[in-house]
């Protein structure tokens, strides 16, 4: 059973940027989409309230939702069997914990996540 390790969060003001890192410990991740998933702070305890922000398919393709759409990039690589999220031009909006997991998600992957906090 595979685990995640989410890194790179922390406070910054509206405008900044921030690099998240996720490292997932299964041997066949090149074989998996990934995704990055945030929570908002009201939203906290509920699963099926984690929004999916990013994807990045098994051939590097890559979908946004559309708040994020020209700011985040996600990106990954194999060896490292890591994925990325590049933040620029950050919102108080887009405060939230952030997660990495599958696409669709595993339950059993979820980690403790990143928190992100943009301050206006």
């Known amino acids: 059973q595979g685990q995640v390790v989410e890194s790179g969060g922390g406070l910054v003001q509206a405008g900044g940027s921030l690099r998240l890192a996720c490292a997932a410990s299964?041997?066949?991740?090149?074989?998996?989409?990934m995704g990055w998933y945030r929570q908002s702070p009201d939203k906290q305890g509920e699963l099926e309230q984690r929004?999916?922000?990013?994807?990045?398919?098994?051939?590097?393709?890559?979908h946004y939702i559309d708040s994020v759409k020209g700011r985040f990039t996600i990106s990954r690589d194999n060896v490292k069997r890591t994925v990325y999220l590049q933040m620029n031009s950050l919102k108080p909006e887009d405060t939230a914990v952030y997660y990495c997991?599958?696409?669709?998600?595993?339950?059993?992957?979820w980690g403790q996540g990143t928190q992100v906090t943009v301050s206006s």
């Open positions: 299964w041997s066949d991740f090149r074989l998996d989409m």
């Open positions: 929004e999916l922000v990013a994807v990045i398919d098994t051939d590097f393709g890559t």
């Open positions: 997991n599958t696409h669709p998600y595993e339950r059993h992957y």
